[in-house]
């Protein structure tokens, strides 16, 4: 943590913000296979990271909200009143606390892609993440796959709003959506259907929920068992071809670390270092283009939770790691010769 003094809004502090919104407490039947425990540990742990200040998630608005999702959801979901085969789907039973723990879980994407783009004034500290979200399955009007609102479709929204007021109605901020949870971003693909300005790119097991996929910008499907070496692979040549084809002023980075050898639904065969390596890629793309990037923990169902938390606190270290790095750019923007920034690589 940082030190109180310290002003979280504070360019040059290196510090990495994080928002959580676990101790909104969703509550769930006994033996419900959901585990939520991974969120207040990946909390305690970050707690105690030196460089890392954790913040309480904001609610997302009901305006908000409408930038993704049709107002009747929005409104069946706040109120409980989604027919019962929807709320089965999303796979939590409805309380007032679930409905509360889904809008902030949209807030925490929202304020970390704000903080990472540096809108309203501030400078961007180019890179700031959510403890949760990258609740990917989550369509315009209904939910799936214990997602109920996509929080990373609302911030894509709502920070090409806020840029185009900020920069002018004519200018536009394009987002790339990089998805690389095990299972396919099948929501976010149905919300940016026909929308030019988003890019959305998932890489996914192709054997795993959803059943039916639904087509993105580009879809990478692996097969059952994949390993480190073709997982890397695949995701240097999906990198190439998302830079061959579009230039993003955000990426929103769905960091799953559910593709991992010891996840309980992943199917894949990926090794905590494969993973580390798979966030250090993707961090750095956006990173050499100067471009700021939100993140979100997405799925993770470790036979030994700590597996996930292991791969969660990666993603972590290594986005610490990038902070810092656009810290030193504009501590050296700030006071060096013109140029200088250049060379902070
Ligand atoms: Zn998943």
């Given at each position: 943590m940082?030190?109180?003094?310290?002003?979280?809004?504070?360019p040059?502090?290196?510090?990495l913000?994080?928002?959580?919104a676990?101790?909104?407490v969703l509550?769930?039947?006994?033996g419900?296979?959901?585990p939520?425990g991974?969120?207040?540990l990946?909390r305690?742990?970050?707690?105690?990271?030196?460089?890392v200040q954790?913040?309480?998630?904001?609610a997302a608005s009901?305006?908000?909200?409408?930038?993704?999702?049709?107002?009747?959801?929005?409104h069946a979901?706040?109120?409980g009143?989604?027919?019962a085969?929807?709320q089965r789907?999303?796979?939590?039973?409805?309380?007032?606390a679930?409905a509360?723990?889904?809008?902030?879980?949209?807030g925490?994407?929202?304020?970390a892609?704000?903080?990472?783009?540096?809108l309203?004034?501030?400078a961007?500290?180019g890179?700031s993440?959510?403890?949760?979200?990258?609740?990917?399955?989550?369509?315009?009007?209904?939910?799936?796959?214990?997602?109920?609102?996509n929080?990373m479709a609302?911030a894509?929204r709502?920070?090409?709003?806020e840029f185009?007021?900020?920069?002018?109605?004519?200018?536009?901020l394009?987002v790339?959506v990089v998805?690389?949870?095990v299972?396919?971003g099948?929501?976010?693909?149905?919300?940016?259907?026909?929308?030019?300005?988003v890019f959305t790119l998932?890489m996914?097991?192709?054997?795993?929920?959803?059943?039916?996929?639904?087509?993105?910008?580009?879809?990478?499907?692996?097969p059952d068992?994949?390993?480190?070496?073709?997982y890397l692979?695949a995701?240097?040549?999906?990198?190439?071809?998302?830079d061959?084809?579009f230039?993003p002023g955000?990426?929103?980075?769905v960091?799953?670390?559910d593709?991992?050898e010891?996840?309980?639904?992943g199917?894949?065969?990926?090794?905590?270092?494969?993973?580390?390596?798979?966030d250090?890629?993707?961090?750095?793309?956006?990173?050499?283009r100067?471009v700021?990037?939100?993140?979100g923990?997405?799925?993770?169902?470790?036979k030994?939770?700590?597996?996930?938390?292991?791969?969660?606190?990666?993603?972590?270290?290594v986005?610490?790691e990038y902070?810092?790095r656009w810290?030193?750019?504009?501590a050296?923007?700030?006071?060096?010769?013109?140029?200088a920034?250049?060379?902070a690589?």
């Amino acid at each position: 943590m940082l030190p109180d003094s310290a002003n979280p809004l504070d360019p040059f502090s290196g510090g990495l913000v994080g928002y959580y919104a676990d101790h909104f407490v969703l509550p769930l039947p006994p033996g419900h296979r959901f585990p939520m425990g991974k969120y207040r540990l990946l909390r305690d742990h970050l707690a105690s990271q030196p460089g890392v200040q954790l913040m309480e998630a904001p609610a997302a608005s009901e305006g908000e909200l409408a930038l993704a999702h049709s107002p009747a959801y929005i409104h069946a979901v706040l109120q409980g009143s989604l027919p019962a085969d929807q709320q089965r789907e999303i796979g939590f039973p409805w309380s007032p606390a679930m409905a509360e723990r889904a809008r902030r879980s949209v807030g925490a994407t929202l304020a970390a892609a704000r903080r990472a783009l540096g809108l309203h004034g501030r400078a961007p500290e180019g890179i700031s993440g959510n403890l949760a979200g990258g609740t990917h399955h989550a369509s315009a009007d209904r939910g799936g796959g214990f997602c109920v609102f996509n929080d990373m479709a609302v911030a894509a929204r709502l920070m090409q709003a806020e840029f185009s007021r900020a920069h002018g109605m004519a200018a536009r901020l394009p987002v790339a959506v990089v998805d690389l949870d095990v299972h396919q971003g099948n929501g976010t693909a149905a919300i940016f259907g026909g929308d030019d300005s988003v890019f959305t790119l998932s890489m996914h097991g192709e054997r795993n929920f959803p059943a039916r996929k639904v087509a993105g910008d580009l879809d990478i499907d692996l097969p059952d068992g994949c390993t480190d070496g073709p997982y890397l692979d695949a995701l240097d040549a999906a990198l190439h071809d998302l830079d061959m084809r579009f230039k993003p002023g955000l990426v929103l980075y769905v960091a799953g670390s559910d593709p991992h050898e010891g996840d309980r639904l992943g199917r894949l065969k990926i090794s905590t270092d494969g993973l580390l390596a798979r966030d250090r890629r993707v961090m750095d793309w956006a990173w050499r283009r100067r471009v700021p990037l939100a993140f979100g923990m997405a799925g993770g169902y470790g036979k030994e939770l700590a597996t996930t938390l292991a791969v969660q606190v990666n993603t972590w270290a290594v986005a610490l790691e990038y902070r810092k790095r656009w810290a030193r750019l504009a501590a050296r923007a700030a006071t060096g010769p013109v140029g200088a920034a250049e060379s902070a690589a």
